[in-house]
């Protein structure tokens, strides 16, 4: 078996994708980077992640005149690294205005147009990594919800970023500690998890 205290350290960076997961359930960045695990996707996940490319291709072709952004150039898929937070990933947009505002975009397939903490925490990640990347403060992100494409602004404020930390250090302590986390997952998140199979203590 892995020895988890082998393979991570606070030092080593995580994917800020599962910073939204740690939301839904603090074991699944455990299962994922301690062990491994990588299940295969269920139907609604993968029809979510089609969903979310086709999102990104109309968005990138219309140019987000929808939204109404006036003036900018959007780029799909930006890689993005923090070295001081030790964080990584790849957020689903930037538009870079011509005033020099910079705005990470999510796109979320939800059942409904509904703004969740887990979604505010990922795009605060990404806005802290731009932050990082380009040298320039960011103040505001748009989250892209449901298949209608409901634009929501999302200011990046002290306390979300404050959360974000926080979060990070929750993620990185279990992983460090090598201890499978608590969970207060309800039977409907379980049923729909796919790491269900994993927990033996469920049902
Ligand atoms: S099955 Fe439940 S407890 Fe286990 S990882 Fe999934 S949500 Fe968490």
Same mark, same amino acid.
């Given at each position: 078996?892995?020895?988890?205290?082998?393979?991570?350290?606070?030092?080593?960076?995580?994917?800020?994708?599962?910073? &939204?997961?740690?939301?839904?359930?603090?074991?699944?960045?455990?299962?994922?980077?301690?062990?491994?695990?990588?299940?295969?996707?269920?139907?609604?996940?993968?029809?979510?992640?089609? /969903?979310?490319? &086709?999102?990104?291709?109309?968005?990138?072709?219309?140019?987000?005149?929808?939204?109404?952004?006036?003036?900018?150039?959007?780029?799909?898929?930006?890689?993005?690294?923090?070295?001081?937070?030790?964080?990584?990933?790849?957020?689903?947009?930037?538009?870079?205005?011509?005033?020099?505002?910079?705005?990470?975009?999510?796109?979320?397939?939800?059942?409904?147009?509904?703004?969740?903490?887990?979604?505010?925490?990922?795009?605060?990640?990404?806005?802290?990594?731009?932050?990082?990347?380009?040298?320039?403060?960011?103040?505001?992100?748009?989250?892209?919800?449901?298949?209608?494409?409901?634009?929501?602004?999302?200011?990046?404020?002290?306390?979300?970023?404050?959360?974000?930390?926080?979060?990070?250090?929750?993620?990185?302590?279990?992983?460090?500690?090598?201890?499978?986390?608590?969970?207060?997952?309800?039977?409907?998140?379980?049923?729909?998890?796919?790491?269900?199979? /994993?927990?033996?203590?469920?049902?």
């Amino acid at each position: 078996m892995l020895k988890p205290t082998d393979i991570f350290s606070f030092e080593d960076s995580i994917p800020i994708s599962l910073i &939204r997961q740690y939301c839904f359930c603090p074991r699944i960045p455990f299962f994922y980077l301690v062990y491994g695990i990588s299940p295969e996707l269920k139907p609604w996940v993968e029809e979510g992640l089609s /969903f979310h490319e &086709r999102m990104s291709v109309l968005q990138r072709r219309r140019n987000l005149s929808s939204v109404r952004f006036d003036e900018g150039r959007f780029v799909p898929h930006v890689d993005v690294k923090s070295e001081l937070l030790k964080f990584h990933g790849r957020v689903d947009g930037v538009f870079f205005f011509n005033s020099g505002d910079i705005c990470p975009i999510e796109f979320k397939l939800a059942e409904k147009e509904e703004i969740r903490r887990a979604h505010v925490l990922q795009l605060s990640a990404y806005a802290l990594a731009l932050e990082e990347k380009y040298c320039k403060s960011i103040q505001q992100g748009f989250l892209v919800l449901g298949k209608k494409g409901k634009v929501f602004g999302i200011r990046i404020d002290e306390q979300k970023r404050e959360d974000v930390k926080k979060c990070l250090e929750y993620i990185k302590a279990s992983l460090v500690a090598g201890l499978l986390p608590e969970s207060s997952a309800s039977e409907r998140q379980c049923c729909q998890c796919e790491y269900l199979n /994993f927990c033996a203590d469920r049902f």
